[in-house]
């Protein structure tokens, strides 16, 4: 099974910050299967990132995701209101199709 | 795109649960489709998948033996049978369809099971 440790467990940041989150594989991403979602209280996840650099459909471009083999990024270039939630990184190229532990982005 | 799941509740341990999900505004033979799970206040957990046709479907450790997926195509229903349940299997459990082996596109609004005495 393929364990995903997330870092930091939350990132107090201000609005127009710039937001570095990490996500580490315990082994390599079968052709860096990998995604991000995020999660505002109240309501499912949506995704974000797939691929682990490809943007879903709708997402803006200040969210962008980069790396391989077992380290993974996620950049959210300047803060919006909005983007203050939960993220979590997914591993979907072999089964189970583990989610890391997630990063809480608040607001400082 | 519209996923609504349905068939929660409270229910003893050891008991029986059927979840449903009813999919609409899209093809939903083109799509595989999985389970997720978010126990209160935790993280998210997969529970299990099926391909479009039914031809692949994988369970977590942790429901395996005791949870059942299946999907009815000409319904665009989606399906999970869960026998045995525990206290720990407490949690909203989600829809969400995709690629199999690809990401999870699109998440329905979840469905509440409470496993009590």
């Known amino acids: 099974e393929v364990v995903l440790t997330q870092s930091p467990g939350t990132l107090s940041l201000s609005p127009g910050e710039r937001a570095t989150l990490s996500c580490r594989a315990s082994q390599s991403v079968s052709s860096s299967y990998l995604a991000w979602y995020q999660q505002k209280p109240g309501q499912a996840p949506r995704l974000l990132i797939q691929g682990p650099s490809s943007r879903a459909t709708g997402i803006p471009d200040r969210f962008s995701g980069s790396g391989s083999g077992t380290d993974f990024t996620l950049t959210i270039s300047r803060l919006e209101p909005e983007d203050f939630a939960v993220y979590y990184c997914?591993?979907?190229?072999?089964?189970?199709?583990?989610f890391g532990p997630g990063t809480k982005v608040d607001i400082k | 795109v519209q996923l609504v799941e349905s068939g929660g509740g409270l229910v003893q341990p050891g008991r029986s649960l059927r979840l449903s999900c009813a999919a609409s505004?899209?093809?939903?033979?083109?799509?595989?489709m999985y389970w997720v799970r978010q126990a209160p206040g935790k993280g998210l957990e997969w529970v299990s998948g099926i391909s479009w046709n039914s031809g692949n479907i994988d369970y977590a450790d942790s429901v395996k033996g005791r949870f059942t997926i299946s999907r009815d195509n000409a319904k665009n229903s989606l399906y999970l049978h869960m026998n045995s349940l525990r206290v720990e299997d407490m949690a909203l459990y989600y829809c969400?369809?995709?690629?199999?082996?690809?990401?999870?596109?699109?998440w329905g609004q979840g469905t509440l099971v409470t496993v009590s005495t």
């Open positions: 969400a369809k995709g690629r199999w082996r690809g990401p999870f596109e699109y």
């Open positions: 997914q591993q979907y190229g072999s089964s189970p199709f583990t």
């Open positions: 505004g899209f093809t939903f033979d083109d799509y595989a």
